[in-house]
């Protein structure tokens, strides 16, 4: 599966719970709360997919860093 997908998704939240956490930050509005009527079920799993989606794109970070390495140490390697 193309991995693109669900970075872009994840990014996609993480910008939703970054905006949440600025209008708690500046303005004492938690927006998740406001829209599921407090804090329930609905915010929690909204919370969660924002923790995983942190996770997943350190994971993915962490990935690509590992391959940028292996690639680099091969080439250089196959140069002397």
Do not use: R
Not at 35 to 50: Q, R, T
Not at 52 to 61: E, G, P, T, Y
Request: proline share 1%; charged share 5%; with cysteine.
């Amino acid at each position: 599966m193309n991995t693109m997908i669900p970075n872009w998704i994840a990014f996609i939240i993480l910008l939703i719970g970054g905006i949440n956490w600025g209008l708690v930050g500046i303005f004492n509005f938690n927006l998740v709360d406001w829209i599921f009527g407090g804090y329930n079920a609905g915010s929690i799993i909204i919370y969660v997919l924002v923790l995983l989606s942190a996770i997943w794109l350190i994971i993915a970070a962490c990935m690509q860093h590992a391959i940028y390495l292996m690639n680099n140490s091969t080439n250089t390697k196959s140069k002397n």
